[in-house]
T-cell receptor
């Protein structure tokens, strides 16, 4: 069975510092990997995806993610955090069988 | 290009009633998925439709059903509502070529 794990419920970082939100997955084959962000009372917004190719993918709002096949990880990163980055972040994996599974979410809090 | 539109945004129903939620995907998108989001369970996959056919289903009871019309609009129905059905219901659409999903703002259902 496929699964996605986000080991941290919350990540706290000071504005201007780099941030990392962790994600590991378990799925057979070569999945698609995604990061989404959710602001209060809103739907999810797509940030970035990994399909194939370069292990470092860049997305919206200065975010990037690093795919590591051997560690089955897809960590979200940003070199310099902003207060406005504070939100709920979801990692997701989509198998070739069309089902997308989301992690439990990690709340990012950026302090000014 | 208009985004994914979900109606209504908010809904209050009484236990035992039924409810129908609507989702209009991005123009040209033929795939529509539904998710239930609750604080305790996170994002749970309900079902996915493509060209009017359900091609994947999550682990929800038969009270939860859906359908997709020829114009790709989708509806989700929940019968015999229970208090535990209170949640944010999210709809997402996909189009070619990307596998990423684009979410609506959701329908907040409260069962009293």
């Amino acid at each position: 069975a496929q699964s996605v794990a986000q080991p941290e419920d919350q990540v706290n970082v000071a504005e201007g510092n780099p941030l990392t939100v962790k994600c590991t997955y378990s799925v057979s084959g070569n999945p698609y990997l995604f990061w989404y962000v959710q602001y209060p009372n809103r739907g999810l917004q797509f940030l970035l995806k990994y399909i194939t190719g370069d292990n470092l993918v860049k997305g919206s709002y200065g975010f990037e993610a690093e795919f590591n096949k051997s560690q089955t990880s897809f960590h979200l990163k940003k070199p310099s955090a902003l207060v406005s980055d504070s939100a709920l972040y979801f990692c997701a994996v989509r198998s070739r069988g069309f089902k997308t599974i989301f992690g439990a979410g990690t709340r990012l809090f950026v302090k000014a | 290009k208009a985004g994914v539109t979900q109606t209504p945004r908010y809904l209050i129903k009484t236990r035992g009633q039924q409810v129908t939620l609507s989702c209009s995907p991005i123009s040209g998108h033929r795939s529509v998925s539904w998710y239930q989001q609750t604080p305790g369970q996170g994002l749970q996959f309900l079902f996915e439709y493509f060209s009017e056919t359900q091609r994947n289903k999550g682990n929800f009871p038969g009270r939860f059903s859906g359908r997709q019309f020829s114009n790709s609009r989708s509806e989700m129905n929940v019968s015999t509502l229970e208090l535990g059905d209170s949640a944010l219901y999210l709809c997402a659409s996909r189009g070619s070529p990307g596998p990423e999903a684009f979410f609506g703002q959701g329908t907040r259902l409260t069962v009293v």
